[in-house]
C-alpha cells in the first residue's frame, strides 16, 4: 500500500510509523502504554486501511483510522494528544 503525503510525494506504508506516532501521544498523555496495546491498535489500524481497498492511501486517511481505533478501544485521552499533535504540524 502507498501514501499519498501532503506535500504530494508517496511512500510505502509503514505500520511502524503508525506505532511511533502513538507512542509520541502516549507519552505526551504522561500515562504509560503497553507494548501489547500498541500492537492491538496498530493491527485494528492496518485492518481498517486495507478495507478501504485501495492501493494508494492519503496520510489523512491513516490520521482518521488511527483516530477511530482510538475511540473504538475508549483510549479517549491517547485520540486527543494524537489529534493535538497532527495539528502542530
Known amino acids: 500500500m ?4 501532503r506535500n504530494g510525494s ?6 511502524d510509523k503508525v506505532k511511533t506516532s502513538i507512542r509520541n501521544a502516549a507519552e ?7 507494548d501489547g496495546d500498541v500492537e492491538i491498535l496498530s493491527r485494528g489500524i492496518e485492518r481498517r486501511l ?5 492501493e494508494e492511501i492519503t496520510s489523512n486517511d491513516i490520521f482518521e483510522n488511527t483516530l477511530l481505533v482510538l475511540m ?18
Open 2 to 5: 502507498k501514501v499519498l503525503k
Open 10 to 15: 508517496v511512500q510505502d506504508f509503514s505500520i
Open 28 to 34: 505526551d498523555t504522561h500515562k504509560p502504554i503497553t
Open 50 to 54: 486495507e478495507s478501504l481497498m485501495r
Open 72 to 89: 473504538k478501544y475508549r483510549f479517549y485521552n491517547l485520540a486527543k494528544e494524537y489529534r493535538e499533535g497532527a495539528m502542530d504540524r
